[in-house]
């Protein structure tokens, strides 16, 4: 038996947010193929529009012009209907993003405990990743996360 997102929720859409590493992406494409609608990564999309890496749009125009194109980008797919869609970690953070995605579809915050996020973080620190939204898993060292939880 087929999902139906309508019986859920009367949005034609649903966008997946949260941290790196919670899943978004995973989650987004079997989400998508459960209720047989396209699934779009906004930050595979910004790829694929720019023809480079985020990376690399963080080192040639700092972050600032980066979520430009973010907000851009997410303003052109809320106005889609019926799509799964996974934001970037960050994306959540303007307030514009957030009102576009709320008044567009049904918003589900994924989440991730400290420790894996930790971990998570450090297994994606390298070129697929910019470094300003890895760097606050170094702020986590193992004898902080240690002293938490004992």
Not at 11 to 35: E, V
Not at 93 to 100: E, K, S, T
Request: include cysteine; charged fraction near 20%; hydrophobic fraction near 40%.
């Amino acid at each position: 038996m087929q999902a139906s997102i309508a019986s859920m929720n009367p949005s034609p859409n649903l966008y997946l947010i949260g941290p790196m590493g919670a899943g978004k992406t995973s989650i987004g494409r079997h989400l998508a193929d459960q209720f047989s609608l396209p699934f779009i990564d906004l930050d595979h999309a910004l790829e694929e529009r720019h023809g480079i890496g985020i990376p690399l749009m963080f080192e040639l125009e700092g972050e600032a012009a980066f979520r430009r194109r973010e907000s851009a980008m997410l303003g052109e797919l809320v106005k889609q209907d019926g799509v799964v869609l996974s934001t970037g970690g960050g994306a959540v953070l303007d307030a514009d993003n957030r009102r576009q995605l709320s008044s567009h579809g049904f918003v589900v915050w994924l989440d991730v405990d400290v420790i894996s996020f930790v971990f998570l973080s450090a297994s994606f620190c390298n070129a697929r990743r910019p470094s300003s939204l890895t760097d606050t898993s170094e702020s986590f060292s193992r004898g902080r996360i240690k002293s938490t939880y004992s």
